[in-house]
């Protein structure tokens, strides 16, 4: 659990252009671990969640797709 990191990972999703239309955040304060879960209108690029990944306190990323 990080200061600045939600802004960071913001960062970089709108300069892919992205529109993120809801965030969950939780931690874990004993681990100093925290979980975001973004729900997007759009789908990252590979690239992108790269530099979602390269972000200093970001440990893993994953895209995650749902039909309607």
């Given amino acids: 659990d990080v200061p ?3 802004g960071k990972v913001g960062t970089v999703i ?3 252009g ?3 239309a809801g ?3 939780g931690r874990n304060k ?3 671990l925290a979980i975001s879960l973004l729900n997007l209108d759009g789908e990252l690029t590979i690239k992108t ?3 979602i990944a390269d972000i200093d306190g970001v440990t893993q990323v994953k895209q995650i797709k ?3």
Avoid: H
Wanted: without cysteine.
């Fill in 4 to 6: 600045g990191i939600v």
């Fill in 14 to 16: 709108g300069k892919a």
């Fill in 18 to 20: 992205v529109n993120i």
């Fill in 23 to 25: 965030i969950n955040l």
């Fill in 30 to 32: 004993k681990e100093k």
């Fill in 49 to 51: 969640i790269n530099k």
């Fill in 66 to 68: 749902i039909k309607s």
